[in-house]
């Protein structure tokens, strides 16, 4: 039979998975209470679609409904995290669930934010108890006024393994995958440059380009002029102009997410004075992302450009990040890997780690996450290929581009769903990727070409 909101199974499930959602946060097993959440969200969606209503016009609590979920999300996000938040939580939903008229116009923001609380969680895995690693940043020498700062990158491609580094599968499974830093048409296909300039005084301008990857001429770019706090507003929207250049800035510490609001008309000087070097006063900033490849290619663009841009921004202001000079494989906070994870975790794309250790470790290598390992930890181990194998897969490999993008984000939320459930189906298959990513590097260490392709044709199989 159809389930009603007064059904008292449905009430009873929502409330033990609250007492686990509690005891969850609690504990500090903040991984527990975002599956919580998400499954949460998955059953108020399955009700919303099985329920039929009509189509009510929005009932006029609805707005008051999203006030009071966007301030706990807020709360979420700024660790206000206690005891009382779950409870919170479940009065709001229940509030919602007794009243049929509302519940019809708001099932869906309800859902949503269950799982927006979820990614909220993983964030906390993801990042640790730290709102951010600014303070783990030490300072070096800066760039000298006026100077432009470029950093540039390879694409990657995956071999094996890809999805068990998404969070929350990397740290509740663990993740295993193969991948390879390809040069596009020989060229380094990711860019970023910055300056600091009297020019812009008192102002960051950010610009994105997309370029022809044959001859760079311009294809489209938008530039934003950032002059007072609350134009950092709107920064964890993946497609909002400039969203991932300022979340690269809060991620390096040049303002806090808890400062950020719509309503903040205070000037970014004094926050430029002490992001930028001594003697900077009154100078501004000019970032420039540039990509030659096309939005959701599929090569790990997004988050192998926000390296790029990182390590520019970093080298110009005199911010030490490891990695960008020296061996790129440390993974730890303060490093560029860990920095890109939690500049993803700003933007709440949630991206996993393969594309930027597949685009900013060069070569082959193999990357791997630890389960129950918190905050998010992940191991690179770099890999020799023979000389005869780079050369017959140079000779092999082709580029070819569907004309289909995709936001990374939206197949993810799928895939997570489904993970979150733990489908029998799901599970078996990060398993076998898990398994195929090492298999991956072995034939390719072997020049075992044809064991390779057997490898990748079972993980384009499992995808």
């Known amino acids: 039979s ?3 909101l007064g059904h008292d199974v449905v009430r009873r499930a929502l409330r033990a998975l609250d007492e686990i959602a509690s005891e969850g946060i609690q504990a500090g097993k903040f991984d527990i209470a975002g599956r919580v959440f998400m499954v949460t969200g998955i059953l108020l969606s399955d009700l919303s679609t099985r329920i039929a209503h009509g189509e009510e016009e929005r009932h006029t609590s609805a707005s008051n409904l999203q006030e009071a979920l966007t301030v706990v999300l807020e709360d979420l996000r700024a660790r206000s995290i206690d005891d ?3 409870s919170k939580i479940g009065a709001l939903r229940d509030a919602v669930l007794s009243d049929p008229l509302q519940w019809a116009s708001v099932r869906d923001d309800l859902a949503v934010f269950f799982e927006k609380a979820a990614s909220v969680m993983t964030q906390l895995c993801v990042c640790g108890p730290s709102a951010s690693s600014a303070s783990s940043f030490s300072r070096v020498e800066p760039a000298s006024i006026g100077a432009t700062v470029v950093a540039s990158a390879p694409a990657r491609i995956d071999l094996c393994g890809g999805w068990s580094d998404t ?7 663990g993740g295993s995958v193969a991948c390879l830093a390809v040069l596009v048409d020989d060229k380094l296909p990711l860019r970023a440059r910055c300056c600091v300039s009297r020019e812009f005084q008192g102002i960051i301008s950010l610009r994105t380009e997309s370029r022809r990857l044959d001859n760079e001429e311009l294809i489209a770019s938008s530039t934003v002029e950032l002059t007072k706090v609350s134009d950092f507003s709107g920064f964890r929207e993946p497609t909002a102009d400039a969203a991932l250049l300022k979340c690269v800035l809060i991620q390096l510490g040049l303002i806090s997410v808890e400062s950020i609001s719509e309503h903040n008309n205070a000037t970014l000087l004094p926050h430029l004075a002490r992001f930028c070097p001594k003697g900077c006063e009154g100078c501004g900033l000019e970032i420039v992302s540039t990509s030659l490849l096309p939005t959701g290619s599929g090569m790990g663009s997004a988050s192998i450009l926000a390296g790029c841009i990182l390590a520019a921004v970093a080298k110009c202001v005199g911010i030490r990040l490891k990695g960008v000079e020296d061996d790129c494989t440390d993974n730890g906070n303060g490093s560029l890997i860990h920095s ?10 949630g991206g996993g ?4 250790i597949g685009g900013l470790v060069g070569g082959l290598k193999l990357g791997r996450s630890d389960a129950c390992a918190f905050p998010l930890h992940t191991n690179v181990n770099r890999c020799n290929i023979p000389p005869e194998t780079i050369e017959l897969l140079n000779r092999r490999l082709v580029l070819a581009f569907s004309g289909k993008p995709r936001l990374a984000k939206n197949v993810l939320d799928q895939v997570l769903r489904r993970w979150a459930s733990r489908q029998p189906e799901i599970v078996q298959t990060v398993s076998q990727l898990v398994e195929g990513a090492p298999l991956a590097i ?3 260490e072997s020049g075992d070409i044809d064991g390779l392709a057997s490898v990748m044709s079972n993980y384009w199989n499992l995808k």
Do not use: A, G, H, R
């Open 167 to 173: 969070p929350p599968i990397s740290f509740e499974f």
């Open 442 to 444: 072995s034939f390719l």
């Open 353 to 356: 780690w393969q594309d930027n």
């Open 340 to 349: 890109v994870l939690m500049v993803e975790q700003l933007l709440s794309t």
């Open 2 to 4: 159809k389930p009603s």
């Open 84 to 86: 009382t938040i779950t």
